[in-house]
């Protein structure tokens, strides 16, 4: 018995340390992709820049990351404040989006063919939900809001989002965005079609069918899945309840193996996140995307190439950040926000104040 006691504890203290070290190897290959990103991060674009600022910042509590959250408010506020002095009647609501929508013609990839065929039918979507609804939740996010908050929120109101969120054509050319903006219009206490758009996705894209999934709407299905779990979580910003999105997670679980062969580098990170988002760090999920993830790191460039090779680091910025969160997580913080770090907020761009 006291054999097999040494034996067991033996056992117990090897898997530790190899789990210890597996877990040193992951933080080193998100170091190496950090010291890339950081060392540029102030050449990127104004959106990139925030985007990964505020990851970092939710992620770390670092204030280092505090000048690319001003430029991220800085362009929400600019966003806001054209929509509010001069993109607010429906004319120039049309106007707008037709234009945003122009941008789709001429293309002939999957995933831009299937925006323009049936955006042009809604055009006003581009406004309202790609642009207005995502400066409008960040800076809520922040503990901020427009100074003309409720004229912004009158033009909300004007629209049935129910109409974007359930055409299962919509769903099949917006997915992670549609999941993002029906959470979006939850947190901000304005229509609240979450559970109208997960029964809409799931009739869009049901197991089933899979098989018979282009490589580009396999990718479609899962981005919309994590983004269901983002939004709920208002982007790393509070603990996911497992149960609350058990067909996700089973999906992911049920899954993985092919998620892994057929998915880009950016929906694989994100898949793993969700478990973390969930407090299931352990589960065989978030040890086979890390994987995956580091595998395709490289290491003389110091980042994730796109899957045609190419090592653009603005271009690779969303799919690099995701693999430093999946690589390195460090917890779900409820920041920046004007209350809970007010030197960020001390002088707010033009246009915002406080909630």
Same mark, same amino acid.
């Given at each position: 018995?006291?054999?097999?006691?040494?034996?067991?504890?033996?056992?117990?203290?090897?898997?530790?340390?190899?789990?210890? +070290?597996? &877990?040193? %190897?992951?933080?080193?290959?998100?170091?190496?992709?950090?010291?890339?990103?950081?060392?540029?991060?102030?050449?990127?674009?104004?959106?990139?820049?925030?985007?990964?600022?505020? @990851?970092?910042? $939710?992620?770390?509590?670092?204030?280092?990351?505090?000048?690319?959250?001003?430029?991220?408010?800085?362009?929400?506020?600019? $966003?806001?404040?054209?929509?509010?002095? #001069?993109?607010?009647?429906?004319?120039?609501?049309? &106007?707008?989006?037709?234009?945003? *929508?122009?941008? =789709?013609?001429? +293309?002939s990839d999957e995933r831009s063919v299937r925006r323009y065929?049936?955006?042009?039918?809604?055009?006003?979507?581009?406004?309202?939900?790609?642009?207005?609804?995502?400066?409008?939740? @960040?800076?809520? #996010?922040?503990? *901020?809001?427009?100074?003309?908050? #409720?004229? *912004?929120?009158?033009?909300?109101?004007?629209?049935?989002?129910?109409?974007?969120?359930?055409?299962?054509?919509?769903?099949?050319?917006?997915?992670?965005?549609?999941?993002?903006?029906?959470?979006?219009?939850?947190?901000? /206490? %304005?229509?609240?079609?979450?559970?109208?758009?997960?029964?809409?996705?799931?009739?869009a894209y049901p197991d089933s069918a899979d098989k018979t999934l282009s490589n580009q709407q396999y990718g479609n299905k899962?981005?919309?899945?994590?983004?269901?779990?983002?939004?709920?979580?208002?982007?790393?910003?509070?603990?996911?309840?497992?149960?609350?999105?058990?067909?996700? =997670?089973?999906?992911?679980?049920?899954?993985?193996?092919?998620?892994?062969?057929?998915?880009?580098?950016?929906?694989?990170?994100?898949?793993?996140?969700?478990?973390?988002?969930?407090?299931?760090?352990?589960?065989?999920?978030?040890?086979?995307? $890390?994987?995956?993830?580091?595998?395709?790191?490289?290491? #003389?460039? /110091?980042?994730?190439?796109?899957?045609?090779?190419?090592?653009?680091?603005?271009?690779?910025?969303? $799919? &690099?950040?995701?693999?430093?969160?999946?690589?390195?997580?460090?917890?779900?913080? %409820?920041?920046?926000?004007?209350?809970?770090?007010?030197?960020?907020?001390?002088?707010?761009?033009?246009?915002?104040?406080?909630?």
């Amino acid at each position: 018995m006291r054999a097999q006691l040494i034996g067991l504890c033996l056992s117990i203290v090897v898997s530790h340390t190899a789990y210890a +070290e597996s &877990n040193q %190897e992951f933080k080193d290959s998100a170091n190496l992709i950090k010291q890339t990103y950081e060392s540029q991060l102030y050449t990127l674009p104004a959106f990139k820049e925030g985007h990964y600022g505020l @990851r970092m910042f $939710r992620q770390t509590l670092d204030h280092k990351y505090s000048a690319a959250v001003w430029t991220d408010m800085a362009r929400v506020a600019s $966003r806001l404040n054209k929509f509010a002095a #001069e993109i607010n009647t429906p004319e120039q609501i049309l &106007n707008y989006s037709n234009k945003r *929508l122009s941008g =789709y013609v001429g +293309e002939s990839d999957e995933r831009s063919v299937r925006r323009y065929g049936v955006t042009k039918t809604m055009p006003e979507y581009l406004y309202l939900g790609v642009d207005l609804l995502g400066s409008m939740a @960040r800076a809520n #996010e922040y503990g *901020l809001k427009h100074k003309q908050d #409720e004229k *912004l929120r009158a033009i909300i109101r004007r629209y049935d989002f129910e109409k974007y969120a359930t055409d299962q054509e919509m769903i099949k050319a917006w997915a992670a965005q549609l999941a993002n903006q029906v959470y979006w219009l939850r947190q901000l /206490g %304005e229509q609240d079609v979450v559970a109208a758009f997960t029964s809409a996705f799931q009739q869009a894209y049901p197991d089933s069918a899979d098989k018979t999934l282009s490589n580009q709407q396999y990718g479609n299905k899962l981005y919309g899945m994590t983004h269901i779990i983002f939004g709920d979580s208002e982007y790393y910003q509070h603990q996911i309840s497992e149960k609350q999105h058990q067909w996700i =997670y089973d999906y992911f679980r049920d899954n993985i193996d092919t998620i892994l062969k057929r998915a880009k580098e950016d929906v694989i990170a994100e898949v793993g996140i969700t478990f973390l988002l969930a407090g299931l760090d352990d589960d065989p999920v978030v040890e086979k995307t $890390r994987r995956a993830i580091q595998h395709s790191i490289d290491l #003389e460039r /110091g980042m994730i190439p796109s899957v045609t090779g190419d090592f653009d680091i603005t271009y690779g910025e969303h $799919r &690099n950040v995701l693999a430093i969160m999946l690589l390195d997580w460090q917890q779900v913080n %409820e920041a920046p926000t004007v209350k809970g770090q007010p030197k960020v907020f001390s002088s707010p761009p033009y246009g915002l104040i406080p909630q």
